[in-house]
């Protein structure tokens, strides 16, 4: 650190790989008074209709962070743009844009664009071989970050040494934290150190949702949960969007077309599925309304510069907003969920927090005015400006939210809340959705760019609206989706109330069959991601990884955002194009690669894969362990006891390794150690499960049924247990499927417990 002028290095090896202040632009407004050096927009400033009469003046803060020796830089989402950050700043170019981190209502955004979204997140991560890096700064006000290159001029002058960030914030303080690494995994427990790891969800959370803009009545959601079952498509939840509420008043039904809402949700839990209904954060100003009416009595709506409650317009009309960020009121809105307080309501019952950057109709940019005043200390403590706290008012509405649903069980049931506001920490309270997407093969392809940034950015639990939100797609574009949806985080399709039905069912043969067969996938690999949702609530750890996360020393895959790693263990290529009949791969590492369809081997390098609407290449890494539940149910409750699939995909050695986390998926009970946390070992021909560590206490029967296992080169083996009992081993397909040749070892029916020790010889 030097202090005349101020900078700090981080150094390895002896050389800075990031230096805050390198260009000696962090400043700050000094406090003056009005009239003092007075320039236009500094107390006042005008936007169309609208005036923010800025009391306190110009309040901005600069700082510059400099990534030495890097090309990619990562992060600042939420934008549809790559993956890898383009720069902002060329000289010469007046129209380059800086990135904006401004939480916004935004109507059908753009594909391709700086332009900020729903959620914020300051973080920068650079990445090169051998390092990552990152940079967060803890401020929720709006913020602008121009990103560059420094070039060399040796050789052709295109040669960038180092990417440069410049970051702007309206106000706030400078909190800034560096996460030094050195891996990528090292980064993301950083930051979850700072930030918090992502809530355990329960196991419906991470299955298939089925939602529209709107669902009709309460026989329209009992027609699509039997059709799902007629046409033995697995879902695990239905949504109710605002059309269910007695005119757009949140915690009610509209009795005309729910008349039985109770009723309807007790029919859908007994076939192991659950509700979500809409909650978004405006209350209608409706004196009969008895939300509005104790909110309004207790002073619990932001205020206006001049301390009147603030009265907005969002679908209810005039609407008020709640000021989440008093403590106080987030505890009062908790209570409001309780199954006394939301009638009609059952523990089966979980919520989707929607328009919560907030979205006012009638405001500045789809928004609350930034001289709106907040009092988190009660209406006797100072207040804020919203301008300091815009961007975490959606994180505090969806806490309150997750708050609720947990006290409703009296803290013992796991909830689920999904928002589309956010910023950094909201992954301890739910999963987040990429808002309102088209139906486009734009669409398509940006959503994988759009999730890589948001897992890098601690956001795990998150997905987009699998076939587009606005528009109608064709039968090959709702295909395709499904299929890279399987790879979502959070699995949802969601539909504009304007666009035509497209359950999955109504395109007719074979796309139905396309769909049934990606939906069955996911739930085939529900044992598999759950473990991986586990491991990101222990350390931080994305579910959906950069191929540079798992190969943090190829600089093949640094730019890449049209793959990425599902886990350690399975590599996805979704087809992006119409009428593809091929994708080029690139298969990293020097580990073989197994098809997860036929279970064929591929050398790592570039691969060219003829591709057809049936499926969407899909490979599992050599030296790997998945565990899969193969048997087709209806949901995934209906599935909790179903015996288990080992799939072992050798490496060059003939190794492979892997785990598997079991609890009760939906409970906390797993803080007090009933959970089951096996460590799978392949290596010298034996086959070895042993506990993963010493704190699981839980027993559950689930068993092994069957273990597949892919590269072995002599596939005329014996096996046998540690006791001598012998096994049935046999070649045979991957999958069982027309066409499949049989390149796997099969040990079948085992009738070997997933939560006990034992041992598989092979001779």
Known sequence: MRYSPLKVDLIQDGKPFATFNDRQLFHLEHTHTKGENETEGAWEERFRSFTDSKPRGPQAISVDVTFHSVRHIYGLPERASSFSLKDTFEEGNPT???YRLYNLDVFEYEHDSPFGLYGSIPLLLAHRAGLTVGAFWLNGAEMFVDVSSERSGFLTGKHVVSRQSHWIAESGIVDLFFMPGPSPADVAMQYAQLTGTASLPPMFGISYHQCRWNYNDQEDVKLVDASFDEHGIPYDVIWLDIEHTDGKRYLTWDRHKFPEPKKMQQEIAFKGRKMVTIVDPHIKRDKNYPIFREAEKSGYFVKTKDKKDFDGWCWPGSSSYLDVLNPEIRQWWAKQLSEENYPESTTDLHIWNDMNEPSVFNGPEVTMPKDNLHFPNGSSGLPVEHRDVHNLYGLFYHAATAEGLKLRSEGKERTFVLSRAFFAGSQKYGAIWTGDNAANWDHLRVSVPMLLSLSIAGISFSGADVGGFFGNPEADLLTRWYQLGTYYPFLRAHAHLETKRREPWLFGEPATSRIREALRE???????????????????????????YEFPNDPNVFDMDDAFMFGDSLLVYPVLEKDAESITARLPGTEPWYCAKTGSVHAPGTATVSV???????????????ARKERPRRSSAQAALDPLTLVISLDRKGAASGDLYIDDGHSFD????NYIHRKFSFTGQTLTNERFDGSSTWDMPTMIEKIVILGMKNKHLSAHLQDGTPLDVEQGPLIMAAGNPDLALIVRKPKLSASLDWTITFL
């Open 96 to 98: 380059s844009e800086p």
């Open 670 to 673: 797993f803080d007090s150690g």
């Open 612 to 626: 057809n609407l049936d499926s969407i290449p899909v490979w599992l890494r050599g030296g790997t362990i998945v």
């Open 522 to 548: 996911r739930y085939a690999l529900l044992p598999y991601l759950y473990t991986l949702f586990r491991w990101g609530n222990l350390t931080g750890q994305p579910i959906m990884r950069p191929l540079w």
